[in-house]
């Protein structure tokens, strides 16, 4: 009995206290005392608690205060109150949680299907996908599962922007994975100098994570990291790079 009001958020001697009064009807604090095997004066302390509490209630008789505990249904009382309490801070408490202990993560993948996970994620993207790549090496490396994940991709109107070394194979390298009918607007792509930006592996950014793909055939390897800071950090410095590509293909 004693564990179980314990749980119920009283301490040892409260619960020790309680019972007793509950077994001889309450009584002065001496009497309460001996029967809950306590010092007159701690018991004294701790009766207080339990009339704070609303446990007990308080009346004098011949210059003598007396204390009777109140129904044990006032426990249940007593714990709805706090149920109640939690639930009316609960929404500000989640929200400084989600505002101060968001904690970055990182996955990573090995092998073939591992780095074809990653492509697959991308696919959840609520805006673009922006992406440093290899066409060539990209399309060497999986040419079945990249015209799957093109067409997926299109399919579900992800507009993506591509920076691609530039050489004779990468030029329409692409063209074959292209369904027939499809919006272009829905795919850029900027060939740069492949002597100055000799890519060899798959970046892609997409909502608040970044995805970094190994395309060489002895380090089949991948990482995403998801943190919205990182991501924007990512998106920034690629808007960064696409202005400088642009502005080199326009002149």
Known sequence: MIAELQKLGLTGEESRVYVACLEINGGPVSTIAKKAGLHRVSCYHTLENLQKKRLLSQYTKNGIKYFSPEPPEQLLHLTEEKVNLAKSILPELTSLASAIAFKPKMRSYEGREGVEKIFEESLEAKGEILGYTNLKNIIDFFPEFFKEYTANRLKKRIKTRYLSPNTV?????????????????????????????????????????VGIVSLHKDELLGVIIESPTFARTMKAVFDLAWLGATAFVAK
Do not use: C, G, T, Y
Not at 190 to 203: A, G, R, S, T
């Open 169 to 209: 194979e990468s030029i329409h390298a692409i063209d074959p994975f292209l369904p027939k009918a499809f919006d272009p607007v829905l795919i850029e792509i900027l060939l740069v100098n492949k002597d100055q930006f000799p890519f060899q592996n798959e970046v892609l950014i997409f909502n608040n994570s």
